[in-house]
């Protein structure tokens, strides 16, 4: 999945794209201007995607993680979390008319897939790069509201993507900074994985994070550990593609190109190359032309057989009409108004 340096592609990037077909390619707001600019770059990248639906990615949560912005913020999902402990069917209908709305604004602008929900839990440890993106503490509320936004990312319009599997919730680290481990038993981590072990079935990606749980697996890294990314396929019974988080955190060593071998040879179905200088945690502002180079010189496989019939058999959700999405902008404020009180979180939708 490659990311792109700007607003719109220079001549080394077409050629990249030409010669090596990446799967997919992710946005970030160093790539998004305006809506019309962004309708161009994403033509030009569908014109030149060998995929049969353009996967054409952003992280688009609402809260801090919002990249394109063209339809308004929307809040962070911690919001709805707290609101299920008062009124559990309300919230689920905020979660899900939260995520169809945040895929309108992609498709609306061409972007075909929409890199959420997070399933992390958000527990005391939680570290502040997850917080808020964090729906709840309790695994079930985590399901619950999690398999809404992919409802409602699939009713916007887009594909969507479970994260950061097996779970990020438990770590007092940020994998942009480093490596964490998660120094707890096999029963506690299938407790906090249940959210993505109930919904990876249901889930069109799942992504990976850059985390060590030695009880599963004391070698390696989820990304590289080939046990944990068999248990997402095999026992959990994803259906789709794993991706590994983006090559470019400094919980990754070593080459650049090294690391998506691995990954890959490990179980990855494909990686996520955002080229990002990572700066003060997160990623997306500064472009990385150094590993862009290496990329460029790397001998990376193709997919595989199973991972190419997958997305050449991908169709695109119907985009939302006119009047659907002014019927699910107004049901949302209508909603947003009556929130329970104490929930006071940006919204300019």
Known sequence: MLGIGGMVLTEAERDFIRTRRPFSFILFARS????DQMRELTAELAALSGTAAPLIAVDQEGGRVQRLTFGGRLPPVQA????????????????????????HQLRE????WLLGPCLDLALPETHAIIGNRAFAADPAVVTTLGRAFLRGVRA??????????????????DTHVEMPTVDADAATLAHDAQPFAALAPEA?????AHIRYPAWDAAHAATFSPKILGMMKQQWGHRGLVLADDLGMHALKGPYAARAAAALAAGCDGVIAALSVIKHGMAGTFWDEENFHALQAAMLP????TA????????????LSEIEAAEKIARFRALWASRPAGIDAPCTV
Not at 109 to 112: K, N
Not at 161 to 172: E, F, L, Y
Request: hydrophobic share 45%; proline share 8%; aromatic share 8%.
């Open 32 to 35: 998004i201007e305006s809506p």
């Open 80 to 103: 709805y979390g707290q609101w299920y402990a008062v009124n559990p069917a309300a919230a689920e209908e905020m979660v899900e008319l939260h995520a169809t709305l945040l895929a």
């Open 109 to 112: 602008v061409g972007a075909t």
């Open 156 to 173: 916007g319009g887009c594909f969507n993507c479970i994260k950061h599997a097996p779970g990020h919730g438990r770590t007092s680290a």
């Open 204 to 208: 069109d990606f799942i992504m990976t």
């Open 302 to 305: 193709a997919l595989s057989p």
């Open 308 to 319: 190419h019939a997958y997305v050449a058999n991908l169709t695109l959700p119907p985009a």
